[in-house]
């Protein structure tokens, strides 16, 4: 019996059934995979740390021995250690080390001692190097006690000019120990995380005027660290813990910070924590929390516009069933019966649909949010009580007659007016509160503070509904008085219709508001992003070194694809000196050709020539710190300046510098025996290769260096540092996919298709919620000889005002949310350093445009198909009326 009742009506319940399984699957899948994105943006942070703030690492506190036998060999500790961590952090590490050093120090390599500029060098006995190296020459450490013994890695062995046999001698403050090296080695994974803090480096020397010198760390068994550590009465005794980032998961974010706070306030005995992992997660915690509030507000928008479809659909249903439900009352059933009825009917189809929604979910990629459940139970149980309560609630009183509803619609009851006037009472409290504590204020997402933006929606929507019939009646009134009665009789039935149909149309309102809403944060972080990479990649691309020769620019611009290619100097530390007091600043300094550069820069720095005192752009603070003018020193030449203009951010900084002063290179008295150095180069053009500009930049370093110190680099890893290509559109990709910002996209990606389709739906399912009334009046008025034509005209006068005030009001909503609620956004964390400055895209607005006539096709084409069905025509004039 049931199922034949199913297969009767199983247009109406597949309806209900595919909008309960788009439910249950928009509950988990997008959570999932958003989830799973951020969990891998936590990761990819955590990767891109320097070991030295990733890793958890106790230090001795002590730096001196006492005597032989003084801070022994502590390995057997790392077990222990690692145990007592606070929760989680023993199961996230992934593996660790103990490591016992001397120095770096300033050393005699080979008996060559380098006074102005000492090579450094660590002696270092670290657990788990016999396995992470290979031996490729000579012997591993056998030390004694009266003889340390070291190997060295081929890459400090080429660099320092170390050969087996050689002595190296360590000069410490309090002492010297010489280690004799017995082998050469090579990495078996030179990326090892094992290797992270003892890579051959170049450091600055002690004094200013000299170049770099290198530090290089040999390795050496117990018994030559305990030598070394008596003979220079030094110790460096560590405990190194890798995490492992692949364990990581974003919900453990609060329970991970709070145990690295809790070993850095209660470290082992004579030990201190050092990492810097607790600030990189604090801070993507913070930043996640913002994303959380933009994904909470779409995600809610959206399943309350599924919400709202899921109630239009179980309405529909039971509108069809209306007069069957009549009958069975007047043979005595009861409201219960009806409404057990109809949910022993939706419990067949609704159900499975619901499980089958939740599995589809489930089989996205991602980790699952342990509050999916309630969704999926909520929205499962929706889609079966609701067309079972409509059924009962319509029950209650039968009709039979077919009476026209529309005919109350202008005296809506106190009750109703009352809920109403509550809903738009809710949703400014809620604005209010979501501007005064944000969405998220520390103790995850407000659930009512979340639906703020719902309901902001549906007060705009009851607002523009009880409002519009006015202007229709006086329209339907200058309608009359025309030729025709197509205009009037459409105009009449929306303005009678219009507050009728406010449920309807109220979840349309919500879906185009919610899709608005979208696009504008999506288009405010986008142009945000924008401004970002232009500050930092002013050009095409950026290379960048540590000094390139003079005519490496040239050489760039000869390549092929390379239109222009100007040389640009980033002085770190520049000293600046105020010429109305005697403040001595220490600024970013940037110098270039303003008049070659193409930079977005003031007319008086791109027009200026050689002069005695140049213009300059000083930023906010320095400039009221140091006055109108002063001095500044660039590469050992003091130059005097005058400020020009004042700005907030330049291009070719970046974002993060807040103290810094741009000088025009072109107005420099600059002497020809000593021209700048640049240390970037501003690349413009298409279709160069990025191998061919590093090469010939590499090229530029190595000559500067030669020029600088009379040595001659022929590998990478001997240059201070290999130069590096940044594209712009590179930059700009990277900013959407860092951290958190892959959810972000996401959140924008699948807001602005999922408002677009389920708007398109609640317009398809208000038509059909009323098409078998306008069916019956349209019938009647074609006995009276109203044309096909005429009728369809009937029905753009009636929907096109309806659709048109919804749209328009979800327009408005969705374009003031981002201005009600953007303190507790926080957009300013999505757009690099750049201030998050509200804007819409005009494709946006033409977007909606679309959206709108989309509706009204979609409405003539929902109508004219639920005619035909219908067939009230034909039924009509056979005198077979139907109710």
């Given at each position: 019996?049931?199922?034949?009742?199913?297969?009767?009506?199983?247009?109406?319940?597949?309806?209900?059934?595919?909008?309960?399984?788009?439910?249950?699957?928009?509950?988990?899948?997008?959570?999932?995979?958003?989830?799973?994105?951020?969990?891998?943006?936590?990761?990819?942070?955590?990767?891109?740390?320097?070991?030295?703030?990733?890793?958890?690492?106790?230090?001795?506190?002590?730096?001196?021995?006492?005597?032989?036998?003084?801070?022994?060999?502590?390995?057997?500790?790392?077990?222990?250690?690692?145990?007592?961590?606070?929760?989680?952090?023993?199961?996230?590490?992934?593996?660790?080390?103990?490591?016992?050093?001397?120095?770096?120090?300033?050393?005699?390599?080979?008996?060559?001692?380098?006074?102005?500029?000492?090579?450094?060098?660590?002696?270092?006995?670290?657990?788990?190097?016999?396995?992470?190296?290979?031996?490729?020459?000579?012997?591993?450490?056998?030390?004694?006690?009266?003889?340390?013994?070291?190997?060295?890695?081929?890459?400090?062995?080429?660099?320092?000019?170390?050969?087996?046999?050689?002595?190296?001698?360590?000069?410490?403050?309090?002492?010297?120990?010489?280690?004799?090296?017995?082998?050469?080695?090579?990495?078996?994974?030179?990326?090892?995380?094992?290797?992270?803090?003892?890579?051959?480096?170049?450091?600055?020397?002690?004094?200013?005027?000299?170049?770099?010198?290198?530090?290089?760390?040999?390795?050496?068994?117990?018994?030559?660290?305990?030598?070394?550590?008596?003979?220079?009465?030094?110790?460096?005794?560590?405990?190194?813990?890798?995490?492992?980032?692949?364990?990581?998961?974003?919900?453990?974010?609060?329970?991970?910070?709070?145990?690295?706070?809790?070993?850095?306030?209660?470290?082992?005995?004579?030990?201190?924590?050092?990492?810097?992992?607790?600030?990189?997660?604090?801070?993507?915690?913070?930043?996640?929390?913002?994303?959380?509030?933009?994904?909470?507000?779409?995600?809610?928008?959206?399943?309350?516009?599924?919400?709202?479809?899921?109630?239009?659909?179980?309405?529909?249903?039971?509108?069809?069933?209306?007069?069957?439900?009549?009958?069975?009352?007047?043979?005595?059933?009861?409201?219960?019966?009806?409404?057990?009825?109809?949910?022993?009917?939706?419990?067949?189809?609704?159900?499975?649909?619901?499980?089958?929604?939740?599995?589809?979910?489930?089989?996205?990629?991602?980790?699952?949010?342990?509050?999916?459940?309630?969704?999926?139970?909520?929205?499962?149980?929706?889609?079966?009580?609701?067309?079972?309560?409509?059924?009962?609630?319509?029950?209650?009183?039968?009709?039979?007659?077919?009476?026209?509803?529309?005919?109350?619609?202008?005296?809506?009851?106190?009750?109703?007016?009352?809920?109403?006037?509550?809903?738009?009472?809710?949703?400014?409290?809620?604005?209010?509160?979501?501007?005064?504590?944000?969405?998220?204020?520390?103790?995850?997402?407000?659930?009512?503070?979340?639906?703020?933006?719902?309901?902001?929606?549906?007060?705009?929507?009851?607002?523009?509904?009880?409002?519009?019939?006015?202007?229709?009646?006086?329209?339907?009134?200058?309608?009359?008085r025309a030729r025709g009665a197509v205009a009037f009789l459409g105009l009449a039935g929306a303005g009678r219709g219009a507050a009728l149909r406010s449920w309807p149309l109220s979840v349309l309102v919500v879906a185009i508001a919610t899709g608005i809403f979208t696009g504008t944060v999506a288009t405010t972080v986008g142009h945000g992003r924008d401004?970002?990479?232009?500050?930092?990649?002013?050009?095409?691309?950026?290379?960048?070194?540590?000094?390139?020769?003079?005519?490496?620019?040239?050489?760039?611009?000869?390549?092929?694809?390379?239109?222009?290619?100007?040389?640009?100097?980033?002085?770190s530390a520049a000293e600046v000196r105020s010429d109305a007091n005697p403040l001595i600043a220490q600024v970013q300094a940037m110098v270039v050709d303003a008049a070659a550069a193409g930079l977005d820069l003031p007319a008086a720095l791109s027009t200026a020539g050689p002069a005695d005192v140049v213009p300059v752009v000083a930023s906010p603070n320095?400039?009221?710190?140091?006055?109108?003018?002063?001095?500044?020193?660039?590469?050992?030449?003091?130059?005097?300046?005058?400020?020009?203009?004042?700005?907030?951010?330049?291009?070719?900084?970046?974002?993060?510098?807040?103290?810094?002063?741009?000088?025009?290179?072109?107005?420099?008295?600059?002497?020809?025996?000593?021209?700048?150095?640049?240390?970037?180069?501003?690349?413009?053009?298409s279709g160069w290769d990025a191998t061919e500009v590093r090469r010939v930049a590499d090229d530029g370093q190595r000559a500067q260096t030669l020029k600088a110190t009379g040595q001659q680099v022929d590998d990478a890893f001997q240059l201070n540092m290999p130069a590096t290509v940044t594209t712009r559109a590179d930059y700009r990709a990277g900013l959407?996919?860092?951290?958190?910002?892959?959810?972000?996209?996401?959140?924008?990606?699948?807001?602005?298709?999922?408002?677009?389709?389920?708007?398109?739906?609640?317009?398809?399912?208000?038509?059909?919620?009323?098409?078998?009334?306008?069916?019956?009046?349209?019938?009647?008025?074609?006995?009276?000889?109203?044309?096909?034509?005429?009728?369809?005209?009937?029905?753009?006068?009636?929907?096109?005002?309806?659709?048109?005030?919804?749209?328009?009001?979800?327009?408005?909503?969705?374009?003031?949310?981002?201005?009600?609620?953007?303190?507790?956004?926080?957009?300013?964390?999505?757009?690099?350093?750049?201030?998050?400055?509200?804007?819409?895209?005009?494709?946006?607005?033409?977007?909606?445009?679309?959206?709108?006539?989309?509706?009204?096709?979609?409405?003539?084409?929902?109508?004219?198909?639920?005619?035909?069905?219908?067939?009230?025509?034909?039924?009509?004039?056979?005198?077979?009326?139907?109710?």
């Open positions: 019996m049931i199922m034949s009742r199913v297969r009767a009506f199983a247009a109406q319940l597949s309806l209900l059934a595919a909008l309960v399984a788009l439910a249950t699957f928009l509950s988990t899948g997008p959570g999932r995979f958003a989830n799973g994105t951020t969990d891998d943006g936590l990761r990819a942070d955590v990767a891109k740390l320097a070991d030295s703030s990733r890793d958890v690492t106790f230090s001795l506190i002590r730096d001196f021995v006492t005597g032989p036998g003084d801070a022994p060999d502590e390995a057997g500790r790392l077990a222990e250690i690692r145990a007592a961590l606070p929760a989680p952090l023993p199961e996230l590490v992934e593996t660790g080390w103990f490591i016992d050093q001397v120095g770096p120090e300033n050393a005699a390599v080979g008996g060559v001692y380098l006074k102005n500029c000492p090579t450094l060098v660590a002696v270092r006995r670290q657990t788990g190097t016999d396995e992470a190296t290979r031996l490729v020459e000579g012997r591993r450490p056998a030390s004694t006690a009266t003889t340390a013994e070291a190997m060295v890695g081929s890459d400090e062995a080429k660099a320092l000019g170390i050969e087996l046999g050689d002595r190296v001698t360590l000069n410490a403050l309090s002492g010297s120990t010489t280690v004799t090296v017995v082998g050469r080695y090579e990495p078996v994974d030179a990326a090892a995380p094992i290797w992270a803090d003892m890579k051959l480096a170049r450091v600055a020397c002690p004094s200013a005027d000299e170049d770099t010198r290198y530090r290089a760390t040999l390795l050496t068994d117990v018994a030559g660290a305990a030598l070394a550590k008596f003979e220079t009465v030094q110790v460096k005794q560590s405990w190194r813990y890798r995490l492992d980032a692949q364990r990581l998961t974003a919900d453990r974010l609060t329970a991970l910070t709070a145990a690295v706070a809790e070993a850095r306030r209660h470290p082992p005995e004579q030990t201190a924590l050092r990492s810097a992992v607790d600030t990189t997660l604090a801070e993507f915690d913070r930043r996640l929390r913002s994303v959380q509030s933009v994904l909470g507000v779409v995600r809610t928008g959206i399943l309350a516009t599924v919400a709202g479809l899921i109630l239009l659909a179980a309405r529909l249903a039971a509108d069809r069933r209306r007069n069957e439900y009549a009958l069975i009352r007047a043979r005595g059933g009861s409201v219960g019966a009806i409404g057990g009825r109809a949910l022993a009917e939706t419990l067949v189809v609704v159900l499975p649909a619901a499980v089958a929604g939740w599995l589809a979910g489930a089989a996205v990629p991602g980790r699952p949010d342990p509050q999916e459940w309630l969704l999926v139970a909520g929205f499962a149980l929706l889609g079966l009580l609701a067309p079972a309560a409509l059924a009962a609630a319509g029950a209650r009183r039968p009709d039979f007659t077919g009476h026209r509803q529309d005919l109350a619609a202008s005296r809506p009851s106190p009750r109703r007016i009352t809920a109403e006037l509550f809903v738009i009472a809710l949703a400014a409290g809620g604005a209010y509160l979501v501007r005064l504590r944000g969405i998220d204020a520390g103790a995850g997402v407000d659930p009512y503070l979340v639906a703020v933006p719902v309901l902001l929606a549906v007060a705009a929507s009851l607002i523009a509904l009880r409002v519009v019939p006015f202007p229709l009646r006086l329209a339907g009134r200058l309608a009359g401004r970002a990479a232009d500050l930092t990649v002013p050009a095409d691309a950026v290379v960048t070194g540590f000094s390139f020769a003079v005519d490496t620019p040239a050489r760039v611009a000869e390549l092929d694809g390379v239109d222009r290619a100007t040389p640009l100097l980033l002085v320095l400039a009221e710190r140091i006055g109108s003018g002063g001095r500044v020193d660039i590469q050992g030449r003091r130059y005097a300046f005058r400020i020009a203009a004042v700005r907030d951010m330049v291009p070719g900084l970046g974002t993060a510098v807040r103290e810094f002063l741009v000088v025009p290179s072109q107005a420099l008295r600059i002497p020809d025996f000593q021209p700048l150095v640049p240390n970037r180069i501003l690349l413009d053009g959407d996919e860092r951290g958190v910002d892959g959810v972000l996209s996401f959140t924008f990606t699948a807001g602005l298709a999922a408002s677009a389709a389920l708007a398109l739906l609640a317009v398809a399912l208000t038509v059909l919620a009323g098409a078998p009334a306008r069916g019956r009046t349209l019938s009647r008025l074609r006995t009276l000889g109203m044309s096909g034509g005429q009728g369809r005209r009937l029905l753009v006068f009636e929907l096109v005002p309806l659709l048109g005030v919804a749209v328009l009001a979800g327009a408005l909503a969705g374009a003031a949310l981002p201005a009600l609620i953007a303190p507790a956004l926080g957009l300013d964390d999505f757009t690099a350093g750049v201030p998050a400055e509200l804007s819409a895209d005009p494709i946006l607005a033409a977007g909606v445009l679309a959206v709108t006539v989309l509706a009204v096709v979609a409405a003539l084409v929902v109508e004219d198909v639920a005619n035909r069905r219908l067939r009230l025509g034909t039924v009509l004039r056979l005198g077979e009326e139907q109710s």
